[in-house]
């Protein structure tokens, strides 16, 4: 999170198929994250 004066931003990456936090491995495609193999099938 990082906070700027009085708004919090959430600032983690979130999958796209299953909203789970992404690692810093994390695969990238279409724009899109994704936290493994499985949810960019």
């Not at 979130?14 to 695969?27: G, K, L, N, P």
């Not at 990238?28 to 499985?38: E, I, S, W």
Request: include cysteine.
């Amino acid at each position: 999170m990082l906070t700027t004066g009085k708004k919090t931003v959430d600032t983690e990456i979130r999958c796209a198929h299953c909203s789970e936090v992404c690692d810093d491995d994390s695969i990238r495609a279409d724009d899109k994250n994704f936290c493994c193999l499985g949810c960019i099938k």
